[in-house]
């Protein structure tokens, strides 16, 4: 016999502490009940439009509140939150609602244009409050902890993303993951500044919603608004990816900025460059290095604040339900230290792609995920993330991992960003070009950064090729969109 289980989140925490403070939008601070009321008239107003169980509502702003209503409205509904990325363009929006069929999609004013090219009925956030209204109750649904509550978009560079199915016992288990080993607390305050359309949504500010705690909603991410955020709320953790820590640091406004209230900052989605986590510890806050992927939803390792310190590149140890293990090409384990594809296992991996069947084999074989990302283990049992499997390229038959190169140029003092990738040559099959954003008021050639790796890297690690460029082409979650870098190589050659 199958037990019931209760999923709605915001009304079991409206019924433990409805005046608590949860989310502050726009400068006011919501309460838990008024958070579930919300998402109680949502959750009645998409009823009474005929919408249901499985069915898809999508959304396409910036950080509004709405999204938040959304993700906790599912649970009274059985619908299906599918944001929409906000960086791509009409005809790729129109492709996406194609693919997911949404029966709704709200959006913002920014975003109205693309919006109607997507042909789905729209419902405009500006004119939101109005149009939730008070409808009747939506009956409850009959929902299961595999059923899906999410399809978060992976961050596929080329081609149509896949939508990534999230179950609930997905959700949950990161939360309980994300709480016990990240040593999550209820009085803990948290700026959440990515997009929500990213699968940070449940790198924190989910499972702190579930916990009781604090979380400022910030609509769209600025440097100096951030950290004017940090101060006045007296946040106590702080994430983002590493290019939004780069852009905090070198904020005017970051060494006068009361951070002292921040107990850690983790970074996500690639490696944080030494140089930000120095400049962060200058300021009293630790780092750590985070890793997690969307099928694996979100959060995989945790590591302790001395070990952070000892080991800056190690993500940790996995998560207290999470499995790990290093294999190699044959789904062989790798021996200690031997580079590897991570493999996770657990109640926090994805259902499968949407409609994608045989990409959703690839990737899942025999109860395990085949994340991509290459890594290591060490005899202590730390995990290092060296790079992506499709980064690595081969050089005169010797691999070579991108990330080993940036870190590199990272330590340079006049690097402020830079990216490596592999690139066609006639004499060694491949070969490196890295594209480099000097600092401010900086000078950069390409044979200073080449000299400089060389007194660091094996010689055939030192990329042939040299960018020198003013930005990098970035994807809505600040990710380096490096497949860029090699087409504009492949246009117009070095």
């Known amino acids: 016999m199958t037990r019931p289980v209760n999923l709605d989140v915001a009304a079991w925490r409206a019924q433990l502490e409805p005046k608590r403070p949860a ?25 009474a439009l005929g919408i249901r169980k499985g069915d898809r509502v999508a959304i396409l702003a910036h950080n509004h509140l709405a999204h938040l209503d959304l993700i906790l409205a599912t649970a009274k509904t059985g619908v299906i939150y599918a944001p929409f990325n906000t960086r791509l363009a009409h005809r790729e929006q129109r492709d996406l609602a194609e693919y997911l069929r949404p029966s709704l999609l709200l959006h913002d004013l920014d975003h109205a244009d693309a919006a109607n090219a997507t042909g789905v009925p729209l419902v405009s956030v500006e004119d939101y409050d109005t149009w939730l209204g008070h409808p009747e109750p939506c009956p409850v649904p009959d929902l299961k902890l595999d059923d899906i509550q999410m399809i978060l978009l992976t961050g596929g560079t080329t081609g149509l993303p896949k939508g990534a199915m999230q179950p609930y016992r997905q959700g949950f288990t990161n939360v309980e993951n994300t709480v016990l080993s990240w040593g999550l607390r209820d009085d803990d305050v948290y700026v959440h500044a990515t997009p929500a359309f990213h699968a940070a949504v449940n790198a924190l500010a989910i499972p702190l919603l579930q916990l009781g705690a604090r979380v400022i909603w910030m609509e769209r991410f600025e440097a100096g608004a951030y950290l004017g955020l940090l101060e006045d709320a007296e946040a106590t953790l702080s994430f983002l990816v590493p290019t939004m820590f780069q852009m905090v640091a070198d904020h005017p406004d970051f060494a006068s900025t009361n951070l002292s209230k921040i107990r850690w900052a983790i970074s996500g989605g690639a490696p944080c460059p030494d140089p930000v986590r120095q400049a962060f510890a200058v300021r009293g806050i630790r780092f750590k290095q985070g890793y997690g992927l969307t099928e694996a939803g979100v959060n995989c390792f945790a590591i302790t604040l001395d070990e952070a310190d000892q080991h800056p590149e190690s993500v940790g140890r996995p998560m207290i339900r999470s499995h790990a293990e290093i294999r190699r090409e044959d789904g062989s384990p790798c021996a200690e230290n031997e580079v590897g594809e991570l493999t996770l296992a657990g109640e926090h991996v994805f259902a499968g792609y949407f409609e994608r069947p045989d990409a959703t084999r690839e990737v899942l074989k025999d109860g395990w995920l085949w994340t991509g990302d ?14 992506r499997r499709k ?15 940036e870190r590199a140029l990272h330590d340079h003092p006049d690097v402020a960003m830079a990216a490596v990738v592999g690139v066609p040559d006639d004499q060694w099959g491949e070969v490196g070009l890295m594209a480099v954003v000097p600092r401010p008021g900086a000078h950069l050639t390409g044979d200073t950064l080449q000299a400089w790796l060389r007194e660091r890297l094996a010689r055939y690690k030192v990329p042939k090729h040299v960018r020198i460029l003013s930005s990098l082409p970035t994807s809505g979650a600040g990710k380096i969109l490096k497949t860029e870098l090699a087409r504009l190589f492949e246009e117009e050659p070095v």
Do not use: C, K, M
Not at 374 to 387: F, M, Q
């Open 23 to 47: 989310v502050q939008w726009q400068g006011s601070w919501l309460d838990y009940g008024t958070l579930n009321d919300r998402a109680e008239r949502l959750a009645g107003r998409l009823h």
């Open 374 to 387: 290459l890594a290591t283990r060490d005899e202590s049992g730390l995990y290092r993330i060296v790079g």
């Open 391 to 405: 980064e690595l390229f081969i050089s005169g038959g010797e691999n070579v991992y991108p990330a080993e190169i």
